[in-house]
Every structure is written in C-alpha cells, then in structure tokens.
C-alpha cells in the first residue's frame, strides 16, 4: 500500500522552472521497490504521462513533450520524488499527480501511461501565465 500527497504546484509566468515534490508513506516495502511517476490532466482533456523513474533512480522514461524541460529524480531515503520543470509554457498548465506502481518495469509504465499505475496522489495544480 503506497500513500502519496503532491506539493509544489503553483502559478507561474512562461519561461519560469518550478519543481514538484512528492512523499510518499509505504507500508510493508521500501519505496525503492515501487516506480514513481508523473503524470498531468488538463482541463477538459485525459490524464497523460510525463515522466517515470525507477526504483533505484537509475532509469527513466519522459513524454516527448518535456524531453530536454523536465527531469524527475527520487530520494529513496526521504520517500519522495521530485519534477524540475524548467521553461514552462502555458500549455504545461494541468494538474500534476503522483503515481506509483508495483511492478518494476517502467518502460512498460512509459508505454501504457495512466493504466500501468496502481497508486495515485491528490494533484496538485500548475498554471502557467503567458
């Protein structure tokens, strides 16, 4: 069981970084043994993928749509996963959730987005201003 709570989202200006914080409470497993993610929904449209990384923070995978703007890292000894944003555009503004699976295997998260993930956050909302 993975309890997750979002932090960090905020309104911002185009061109501004911003990062996102994600703690994470695990009961029976360390946290190492879970992949965590990013993910983002915009109003009115589906909730997609952004970024995942493994749970030795060795390995990720990002939407094409950030590659080169956003990095996601994990402190496996704090519980928690992080998203730098950098040089936000207006079209980056959704909600951003946490997602944590149990299997190991992220490309398989990259590919499947949303339906490879078994654990969810709250959001927590990101706009950015033109």
């Known amino acids: 069981q993975v309890e997750l709570e979002e932090s960090g989202g905020r309104l911002v200006q185009a061109g501004d970084s911003l990062t996102l914080s994600c703690s994470a409470s695990?009961?029976?497993?360390?946290?190492?043994?879970?992949?965590l993610g990013w993910f983002r929904q915009a109003p009115g449209q589906e909730r997609e993928f952004v970024a995942v990384v493994s749970g030795s923070g060795l390995s990720t995978y990002y939407a094409d749509f950030v590659k080169g703007r956003f990095t996601i890292s994990r402190d496996n000894a704090r519980n928690t996963v992080t998203l730098q944003m950098n040089s936000l555009k207006p079209e980056d503004t959704a909600v951003y959730y946490c997602a944590a699976d149990n299997a190991p295997n992220i490309y398989n998260k990259y590919r499947r987005g949303v339906a490879a993930m078994s654990y969810w956050g709250k959001g927590t909302p990101v706009t950015v201003s033109s």
């Open positions: 695990v009961v029976g497993r360390a946290i190492s043994s879970y992949p």
